[in-house]
């Protein structure tokens, strides 16, 4: 040690062996150096816990990438009115031919506004009594003989306004198209039960630049009867109805995320602004386990239920998540919920009337979500009341999308020239019209990559190391200089004292062997 703190390219080891210096100035040198190898063990601690932390960095990849490269959202469209008047007083005559007591029509079409208590409201009811009353009915008089339960998905389904009575007329990049069909719009579950669901099988994930859909007059257009001469039950207090933006493999639900939702008004002609930010994330970050990287790629999830077209969502998670919260605390499941993203649905009802009284104890925890818990003075009670869904991560490839409406008086008389349509019968139809386009011909298109790779760590360790004691290359070559040197050196040593000593047992042995007996004799 001696030689090598003399010899070695560090600054001020030599200090430490100068025979020059007197007791107390090699002191104060070993003290400087204990106080600098304290710092830099400081230093590096803090160092490498930065590089841990901050492992991965979400980068601006392309802030110009070309809008038809995204895919067009879904877009779901939802009337207020959940119940028509039209399927209420058919229900309701059906059920007053079956009762026994012989009740009016009245009564029933009364009792049928119990089923908007099934619905999200902000107003809450407290007539348990009257549902479970009615619900008991239901169950013993209006189930067939072939069915468990009561078919409360289908009795809601008959009775919400259908997509025909709703949607007059389509247009997508000034062609008009089909309404109806696989391309265009479809009955599809939402948060608000049964909704009209533009591209809900994701067709138009791929485009040209001819069909980008970007600007008012190139998206598409959807002619609407807003009418209120059906309404019953209205979900919202509002003179309108209800827009969904959201991915085509997301279920439509604003409580789980990244959904968008909007509340056009009626006798109004409504732009929807599209903006999208595509996210992306490295191959190599596969390398790392989800709870590191803080996401799941398309092929990973916690749920394998939650894949739809083998993309996973945070959104399909969280519902998954609550629905299994639902089944747990009430045994039923809500009837707008998709059973192909709950795990454990088969034999589990659908929530009815007599389980609105559970639904509403819990509908807070049920509508506040958290994926990840931070210990907040004040805020217990919160924890413990909201939903916990610490395995729903976000998706490591992502698109969200965002919106902007502005909204016109409608000129009916240029949208209504020349189309003919059953719902332009009633003289009381009210036209709206919406419109929903990409606002910009370009997209943000960001990248997850890592951040701290091994090289930087290198260069991060390596600068801290050569400031506190001038440590470099030639350092450690020196030291490895001298380790292999004095190991040579007494690696020879051994092996000649070993020589001496085996040549002088040989020696002693031979002469032993070869002296006279001395004799003595009397």
């Given at each position: ?36 190898f304290v710092f830099m063990y400081i230093a590096l601690t803090f160092t490498w816990d930065q590089f841990v932390m901050q492992t991965f960095s979400i980068n601006l990849h392309n802030p110009l990438y070309p809008v038809e490269n995204v895919p067009f959202p879904a877009v779901s469209i939802c009337s207020n009115n959940r119940i028509s008047r039209k399927a209420a007083a058919k229900y309701a005559l059906q059920l007053s031919r ?267 925890k049920w509508r506040n979500v958290l994926t990840h818990r931070v210990e907040i003075m004040g805020l217990e009670r919160e924890h413990e009341e909201a939903l916990f869904c610490p395995a729903c991560l976000p998706s490591c490839d992502d698109i969200r999308y965002s919106i902007s409406m502005m909204s016109l008086p409608v000129d009916q008389f240029s949208f209504l020239g020349g189309v003919s349509a059953p719902q332009l019968k ?97």
């Amino acid at each position: 040690m001696t030689d090598l703190f003399r010899h070695i390219s560090l600054h001020g080891y030599d200090k430490l062996v100068d025979s020059g210096l007197l007791s107390y100035e090699r002191f104060f040198w070993f003290c400087l150096h204990a106080t600098i190898f304290v710092f830099m063990y400081i230093a590096l601690t803090f160092t490498w816990d930065q590089f841990v932390m901050q492992t991965f960095s979400i980068n601006l990849h392309n802030p110009l990438y070309p809008v038809e490269n995204v895919p067009f959202p879904a877009v779901s469209i939802c009337s207020n009115n959940r119940i028509s008047r039209k399927a209420a007083a058919k229900y309701a005559l059906q059920l007053s031919r079956l009762d026994p007591a012989n009740r009016s029509v009245e009564y029933f079409e009364k009792s049928i506004l119990h089923f908007m208590g099934l619905y999200f409201q902000y107003e809450r009811s407290d007539d348990f009594d009257a549902y479970g009353e009615f619900q008991k009915f239901l169950d013993h008089y209006a189930t067939d003989n072939n069915e468990t339960f009561y078919n409360i998905l289908g009795v809601m389904k008959m009775l919400t306004p259908s997509c025909e009575n709703l949607i007059i007329n389509c247009m997508l990049g000034t062609k008009p198209i089909e309404c109806f069909s696989k391309n265009a719009f479809q009955t599809q579950l939402t948060m608000y039960g049964p909704c009209c669901t533009f591209n809900a099988n994701n067709v138009y994930s791929k485009r040209s630049y001819s069909t980008r859909y970007a600007g008012s007059n190139m998206g598409l257009i959807v002619i609407l009867n807003t009418s209120q001469s059906d309404d019953t039950g209205s979900l919202l207090n509002m003179d309108g109805y209800a827009v969904l933006v959201h991915a085509p493999n997301k279920f439509p639900d604003t409580s789980s995320g990244g959904i968008l939702e909007v509340f056009p008004s009626t006798n109004e002609e409504s732009y929807l602004a599209v903006r999208a930010r595509v996210t992306d994330s490295d191959p190599d970050l596969r390398t790392f386990t989800a709870s590191h990287r803080k996401c799941y790629f398309d092929n990973e999830s916690p749920y394998p239920q939650v894949l739809v077209n083998n993309r996973y969502s945070m959104q399909n998670c969280i519902t998954s998540c609550r629905a299994k919260s639902v089944m747990a605390l009430c045994n039923c499941i809500p009837f707008y919920m998709p059973l192909a993203l709950i795990e454990g649905a088969k034999g589990i009802p659908f929530c009815t009337l007599s389980n609105i009284e559970c639904i509403q104890q819990y509908r807070f925890k049920w509508r506040n979500v958290l994926t990840h818990r931070v210990e907040i003075m004040g805020l217990e009670r919160e924890h413990e009341e909201a939903l916990f869904c610490p395995a729903c991560l976000p998706s490591c490839d992502d698109i969200r999308y965002s919106i902007s409406m502005m909204s016109l008086p409608v000129d009916q008389f240029s949208f209504l020239g020349g189309v003919s349509a059953p719902q332009l019968k009633d003289s009381n139809t009210q036209i709206s019209v919406l419109r929903v386009f990409f606002g910009d011909t370009t997209a943000q298109f960001y990248r997850r990559v890592l951040t701290n790779a091994w090289s930087k760590a290198f260069c991060t360790v390596g600068n801290i190391v050569s400031i506190c004691m001038g440590f470099s290359l030639v350092a450690i070559l020196e030291m490895l200089y001298f380790v292999l040197k004095n190991l040579f050196a007494s690696l020879k040593t051994y092996v000649k004292k070993s020589t001496s000593r085996s040549k002088w047992r040989r020696v002693s042995r031979l002469s032993t062997a070869n002296s006279k007996q001395l004799l003595i004799c009397p």
